[in-house]
């Protein structure tokens, strides 16, 4: 189940109807645990056994933790936790892909070897889900949270259906304590939660899928050989067909879950307008870079020793965060793109300390941030590195006698999309949503509301899955 299709409409009213019941608060929690599951299984039934899985483990080894007299015992929890929802992400994640590398280097030695065929199916949402138990058992571990207090509680959290599939990657501290008390939404945070969904939607279904995402495909899915106008048009396409798309997805989750009453936290703050990698990583994906901060950056050593380990450690992180989001070599090589942007800033902040740019600098910064997080972007998107190396050079003027693939209409609408969302990104820089609707004429209000509305009806489709659910 999709947040853009009608049986969302359908499942979503019915939650919302069934939440606002006069019930007892354990009885209302037990329906959001119930519709969570059933959110899921839509997708695939089998699956929720690895949710279960997953917080059945998870649970009862925050328990031992607690309970442990001796370290040994706290450790082998602790191990328990990361064994199986690494084992879980490894096999069902990576396994088709270890196996592919095997494979080929069995071959490169000189070694013929053909495994039987396996159909790995991934399971939808396992990526973010793991990372969320797992941030749970890893704050009892470092003695940073005392376990859920009681199991229902605790699954709730896992499975919560605005985040289950794509984030935001909630930490059992944010979310945990907003299921002890009864929650219902004020009538202020029913109507901006409705209007969060339907930014959301609109940034999905209008603008990634409808008006983005058909040339992005024309360049990087025909095989053909494009310049450099349709090559970083494609480009510029896929960056506002990525953003909108997932933090469409946020927002629509955001909203949902505040029309339930409960807080989740932005994943997305304009990150068009980064000036510099640490701006950006503090800006695109929040959740994400503040777990991989937390669980992976710091502990490898972080910034508290020599520059050389902090550049491994950097450069260590951002690998494991582009393998996070595919097995594909392709994601290692866009993750070590931005640790090694990330490294240069460092050695230039520290090379230039004190510096102060000015206005017009902190732009071209900015712009500059912008160019070099599109050229990574090629790696995210192209499949192969075939069609990775074409684009980058078409990018870079090597196909100057290319013809052209796109048309003028879909040239337009990038300057148009992408540049409206670069000057979009850059006005809300340093504001707030809620700090500029608050003084907005609530009949603009309205008025937008109802365009966005009316766009979503007249572009709905096939209510396409969004691109993060891959991962």
């Known amino acids: 189940m999709v947040f853009n299709s009608l049986t969302f409409v359908v499942f979503f009213a019915g939650v919302l109807a069934l939440h606002s019941m ?71 994640k990576y396994g088709q892909f270890l196996l592919d590398n095997f494979t080929a280097l069995m071959a490169a030695l000189g070694v013929a070897w053909q495994p039987p065929h396996s159909d790995i199916v991934l399971p939808v949402g396992i990526s973010f889900y793991t990372f969320a138990t797992m941030a749970y058992t890893l704050d009892v571990y470092l003695r940073r949270a005392q376990p859920a207090r009681n199991f229902l509680d605790y699954a709730l959290f896992v499975t919560f259906f605005p985040h289950l599939v794509a984030g935001p990657i909630m930490r059992p501290t944010e979310l945990v304590p907003q299921f002890e008390q009864p929650r219902r939404a004020s009538a202020d945070q029913l109507r901006f939660g409705l209007a969060l969904m339907t930014l959301g939607l609109f940034n999905k279904i209008v603008l990634a899928d409808s008006l983005l995402a058909p040339i992005a495909e024309k360049v990087y899915d025909a095989g053909k050989i494009p310049g450099a106008l349709d090559a970083w048009a494609a480009t510029l396409a896929f960056s506002g067909q990525i953003f909108c798309d997932f933090a469409g997805y946020s927002t629509t989750a955001i909203g949902a879950a505040m029309c339930l009453g409960f807080a989740m936290p932005d994943n ?51 690998l494991l965060g582009g393998l996070w989001h595919g097995a594909n070599w392709t994601f290692v090589v866009w993750g070590g793109l931005h640790g090694l942007y990330l490294a240069v800033e460092r050695v230039l902040r520290a090379r230039f300390r004190g510096y102060k740019p000015g206005p017009l600098a902190l732009i071209a910064f900015g712009l500059l941030t912008y160019a070099l997080v599109n050229i990574t972007w090629v790696f995210f998107r192209a499949k192969t590195f075939g069609t990775a190396w074409t684009v980058l050079g078409g990018m870079f003027g090597a196909h100057a006698a290319a013809e052209p693939i796109l048309s003028t209409f879909y040239l337009v609408c990038v300057a148009a999309i992408v540049g409206g969302l670069v000057v979009t990104h850059w006005f809300m820089r340093a504001r707030t949503l809620e700090g500029v609707v608050a003084r907005v004429h609530p009949a603009a209000i309205c008025a937008v509301w109802g365009f966005l509305a009316f766009a979503i009806v007249i572009a709905q489709g096939e209510g396409s899955a969004f691109i993060y659910f891959q991962f």
């Open 22 to 92: 006069p019930l007892r608060w354990t009885t209302r929690k037990i329906n959001l645990l119930i519709a969570s599951y059933i959110f899921y299984t839509a997708w695939n039934p089998p699956f929720v056994i690895l949710l279960w899985i997953s917080t059945v483990v998870d649970w009862y080894a925050a328990q031992g933790m607690v309970k442990a007299r001796r370290e040994t015992a706290r450790h082998a929890w602790m191990v328990l936790s990361v064994v199986a929802n690494l084992g879980m992400l490894g096999y069902f």
């Open 268 to 318: 997305f703050r304009f990150p068009y307008a980064a000036i510099g990698f640490s701006d950006f990583w503090r800006r695109w994906h929040i959740t994400l870079s503040a777990w991989l901060r937390d669980y992976l950056y710091i502990p490898l050593g972080g910034n508290r020793h020599s520059a050389q380990r902090t550049y491994a450690a950097l450069m260590t992180t951002m």
